[in-house]
């Protein structure tokens, strides 16, 4: 990475659940190295701290109310960070560096979109297949 490309964010979101063949102290190790390699990252200004996600949760749309969260098992999302890197694969090489994979965890990257909501471009939020 050159020190003239600009950096751009990129949310990773922590998904699914710990291997269950994995022992507490196997996990834990996994954990400990996490949190080394998230504070050199941090300390490189490659990663902007995120948290981990509380158990409980609410879903709200124009229906009202609801307890949730509602995804399967496999898909639920235990925390959030964000990677400044130059581009999307960049990002990706970083989070293939986490400890925590070979524990069952697994993290999906999104370019963060700096630019404002609206309804006449194609965006994550347009009904049907979105190209771009």
Same mark, same amino acid.
């Given at each position: ?6 950096? %751009? ?8 659940? /710990?291997?269950?063949?994995?022992s507490?102290? @196997? !996990?834990?190790?996994? !954990?400990?190295?996490? *949190?080394v /390699? ?5 300390? @490189?200004?490659? %990663? ?6 509380? $158990? ?13 969260? *509602? ?5 639920? !999302? ?9 581009n999307?694969? @960049? ?13 069952? %965890?697994?993290? @999906? !990257? ?20 979105? $190209?771009?």
């Amino acid at each position: 990475m050159s020190d003239l490309t600009p950096l %751009l964010d990129f949310l990773v979101l922590s998904r699914g659940k /710990w291997d269950s063949d994995k022992s507490p102290e @196997e !996990i834990q190790r996994a !954990i400990d190295a996490f *949190y080394v /390699w998230h504070d050199r990252l941090v300390q @490189e200004g490659r %990663l902007k701290p995120g948290q981990r996600l509380a $158990t409980q949760a609410r879903l709200v749309s124009r229906s009202g109310v609801r307890d949730g969260p *509602y995804a399967e098992a496999k898909e639920v !999302i235990g925390g959030y960070w964000f990677f400044c890197a130059a581009n999307l694969q @960049e990002a990706v090489a970083l989070a293939s560096q986490n400890p925590c994979l070979a524990c069952g %965890l697994t993290f @999906e !990257i999104r370019p963060v979109e700096s630019e404002r909501a609206s309804a006449f471009k194609l965006t994550n939020e347009t009904p049907g297949p979105v $190209t771009k």
